[in-house]
């Protein structure tokens, strides 16, 4: 039930996303031009942002998980697949 | 396996879904609006050649290395080469497109300041490639 609950969520959310997206677009009057330089750097900014945010968190994940689950520390326990001669 | 809780991974799932919709709208809606044009966008032909550009309006006036429009109004340029490829490019206005032999490829955009501006090739296209210019005159 909760998985459905949140596959639904999901799916939701990527429903909603775009029709946001176009009906905050369908506003522009029609003597109002896009101006090409604000969209196209507005878009690169975002991107930018979103680029450096996941690689940091991905990066940042990975770093802590060979730190933590490195042989030589203390805290570091032998699953059951690496033996018993630990 | 019990103790263990698959909930990180589905919010991991999740979110990276999310986020890839978020991209994936944001650069489809930017796209639509800057490559398509209004309906009462000004057509201008530009043909490239070695070594300049040639300008048509509508009303078929020509204009060599100089092109003439006016601040507040929509243009769309149909660009194409008379020899090899050129690409038309008004930088201060983001203005880019490749001009192919044999195709018409479109770009528009609307001024909204008045002045004099550069435009240049952007494709090297031979010996006075770095001469190709032309100068960009929005009238207020």
Same mark, same amino acid.
């Given at each position: 039930?909760?998985?459905?609950?949140?596959?639904? +969520?999901?799916?939701?959310?990527? /429903? $909603?996303?775009? #029709?946001?997206?176009?009906?905050?677009?369908?506003?522009?009057?029609?003597?109002?031009?896009?101006?090409?330089?604000?969209?196209?750097?507005?878009?690169?900014?975002?991107?930018?942002?979103? +680029?450096?945010?996941?690689?940091? /968190? $991905?990066?940042? #994940?990975?770093?802590?998980?060979?730190?933590?689950?490195?042989?030589?520390?203390?805290?570091?326990?032998?699953?059951?697949?690496?033996?018993?001669?630990? | 396996?019990?103790?263990?809780?698959?909930?990180?991974?589905?919010?991991?799932?999740?979110?990276?879904?999310?986020?890839?919709?978020?991209?994936?709208?944001?650069?489809?809606?930017?796209?639509?609006?800057v490559d398509r044009a209004p309906a009462e966008a000004?057509?201008?032909?530009?043909?490239?050649?070695?070594?300049?550009?040639?300008?048509?309006?509508?009303?078929?006036?020509?204009?060599?290395?100089?092109?003439?429009i006016k601040k507040g109004h929509a243009y769309k340029f149909?660009?194409?080469?008379?020899?090899?490829?050129?690409?038309?490019?008004?930088?201060?206005?983001?203005?880019?497109?490749?001009?192919?032999?044999?195709?018409?490829?479109?770009?528009?955009?609307?001024?909204?300041?008045?002045?004099?501006?550069?435009?240049?090739?952007?494709?090297?296209?031979?010996?006075?490639?770095?001469?190709?210019?032309?100068?960009?005159?929005?009238?207020?």
């Amino acid at each position: 039930m909760d998985k459905t609950i949140a596959l639904m +969520a999901v799916l939701t959310i990527l /429903v $909603v996303l775009p #029709t946001i997206q176009l009906v905050f677009a369908a506003g522009t009057d029609a003597h109002e031009y896009v101006n090409r330089k604000v969209e196209i750097w507005n878009l690169f900014f975002k991107m930018m942002t979103i +680029a450096f945010t996941v690689g940091a /968190v $991905v990066s940042g #994940t990975l770093i802590w998980l060979v730190w933590r689950f490195r042989e030589s520390n203390p805290n570091a326990k032998p699953t059951k697949y690496e033996g018993t001669d630990w | 396996m019990s103790g263990h809780s698959n909930w990180p991974e589905w919010i991991y799932v999740g979110v990276v879904i999310v986020l890839l919709a978020y991209v994936g709208a944001e650069a489809w809606n930017v796209e639509r609006l800057v490559d398509r044009a209004p309906a009462e966008a000004e057509v201008i032909k530009v043909i490239g050649q070695q070594w300049f550009w040639t300008f048509e309006h509508a009303d078929g006036t020509k204009e060599v290395g100089e092109l003439h429009i006016k601040k507040g109004h929509a243009y769309k340029f149909e660009i194409t080469t008379k020899d090899v490829n050129h690409a038309f490019n008004i930088h201060d206005y983001v203005v880019l497109q490749d001009a192919v032999a044999g195709r018409i490829n479109e770009v528009w955009f609307a001024p909204d300041k008045a002045g004099e501006f550069p435009i240049q090739c952007r494709e090297y296209c031979g010996l006075l490639h770095y001469n190709m210019r032309g100068t960009l005159i929005v009238e207020e």
